[in-house]
C-alpha cells in the first residue's frame, strides 16, 4: 500500500472480488422472478404429401405442412437479467412403439420487451418428416409452444406457454402438387 | 503487514542509516566535476526525482486509512449497485454504477494526496561520535 502500484493492485483484487460476488447475485436473483405466462396455441390446418428430401433423392416419404396460430403475452419473461427469448412450436407424440417424439417444427429469438406480446399466424420453418417416413400410423400429436429464457448471467430456464387442447390426427397423405 | 492492524501505535522510532555521514564524504568528491554539471540537476538526480513522482508513497498511518477505505467502500458499492439495478430493473445501471464508484475510489486512493502523509517517520536523533565511544 506504500506505492501507487501496491495500491491499484490492492483495489484491483478486491474489484475481482466484489464483480464475482455482483455477478453471483445477478444469476441469483432470476429465482426470484417466478412468472409462468401463458397463452394459447391453435392448429389451423395440417396436410400431409409425399414428396422427397433433398437428402434422400431415391426414397419416398410423408412431409407434413402445418398451419398455427400463436398467441401469448410473455412480457412477464422480461426481467433485468433476461437478454433474449427462445420460443419454438414442437409435435409430440408417441409412436406405436412406444419412442416418444418431440419435433420443432418452428422457432423464433424474442429480443425486446416490447416484441414479447406475440400474435402470430406461422407455418412450419422446418420439414416435419416421420423417421419411418410416413405419418400413416402416427397417433394424433399435441402441439406445443415453450420457451427458453437465456439470462445476461446464470442458468437457461425452460417452460411450457401454451399447448393444443386436443391431439391433432395427422391426415391421409395426398400429392399436394 | 501485521503492524498495520495494530491499532494502538506508538509513534515510530528508527534509527537512521548508519552510512549519512560517508555519503557527505562522497559529494564533496563531485568539486572535481566539470562546472556545467552544477549548474543543472544531472540525469541521476532527475531520475530519482521521477521514480519518486511514479511511486508516490504514503506514510504507514495513510497506508493504514487506504485500505479501510478500500474496503468499505467496495463492500458498500457492491451492494449498492445490486440494489441500484434490482430497483431499475436493469443491469446497464448496476454497472453503470458500480463503474463509476471503482473509478471515484481510485481517484480518491491512488494519488498520494497529503491526507495520507500526515504522520511522518519520526526519526530519532544521530548517535554522536562521543556517545558511541563512551558505550564502548
Not at chain 1, 439470462?151 to 437457461?156: Q, R
Not at chain 2, 448496476?94 to 463503474?99: I, L, P
Request: aromatic share 10%.
Amino acid at each position: 500500500m506504500h506505492s501507487i502500484y501496491s495500491r491499484i493492485n490492492n483495489i484491483s483484487g478486491i474489484l475481482s472480488t466484489c464483480l464475482m460476488v455482483l455477478l453471483l447475485g445477478i444469476s441469483l436473483s432470476s429465482f426470484v422472478f417466478t412468472a409462468d405466462p401463458k397463452g394459447s396455441l391453435e392448429i389451423s390446418s395440417i396436410q400431409v404429401s409425399p414428396g422427397k428430401a433433398r437428402r434422400y433423392h431415391n426414397k419416398n416419404q410423408d412431409f407434413a405442412f402445418v398451419q398455427f396460430n400463436v398467441s401469448a403475452d410473455l412480457t412477464p419473461l422480461f426481467n433485468w437479467n433476461t437478454k433474449q427469448l427462445f420460443l419454438y412450436v414442437g409435435a409430440e407424440y408417441t409412436d406405436n412403439k412406444g419412442v416418444r417424439n418431440e419435433v420443432v417444427i418452428w422457432d423464433k429469438i424474442v429480443r425486446r420487451k416490447e416484441d414479447a406480446d406475440i400474435n402470430i399466424q406461422g407455418r412450419n420453418k422446418y420439414a416435419f418428416r416421420e423417421l419411418s417416413s410416413t405419418f400413416r400410423k402416427a397417433p394424433p400429436a399435441h402441439y406445443t409452444l415453450k420457451y427458453n429464457v437465456m439470462p445476461y448471467v446464470g442458468i437457461l430456464t425452460y417452460g411450457e406457454a401454451a399447448r393444443t387442447i386436443e391431439p391433432v390426427a395427422f391426415p391421409e397423405s395426398r400429392d399436394l402438387s | 503487514m501485521v503492524w498495520a492492524q495494530n491499532k494502538q501505535r506508538e509513534p515510530r522510532q528508527c534509527y537512521k542509516k548508519q552510512n549519512v555521514g560517508e555519503e557527505d564524504d562522497i559529494s564533496t568528491n563531485h568539486n572535481n566535476l566539470p562546472p556545467f554539471t552544477l549548474a543543472m540537476p544531472s540525469l541521476d538526480e532527475l531520475k530519482s526525482k521521477a521514480n519518486e513522482i511514479l511511486e508516490g508513497k504514503i506514510d504507514f498511518e495513510g497506508q493504514n486509512k487506504v485500505e479501510y477505505i478500500v474496503r468499505i467502500w467496495m463492500t458498500a458499492a457492491t451492494i449498492l449497485s445490486f440494489v441500484i439495478g434490482f430497483a431499475l430493473q436493469s443491469l446497464k445501471a448496476t454497472f453503470g454504477a458500480f463503474s463509476l464508484s471503482v473509478i471515484l475510489l481510485s481517484v480518491l486512493v491512488v494519488p498520494p494526496w497529503g491526507a495520507y502523509n500526515r504522520h511522518p517517520v519520526q526519526w530519532l536523533p544521530l548517535k554522536s561520535q562521543t556517545e558511541k565511544e563512551k558505550s564502548k
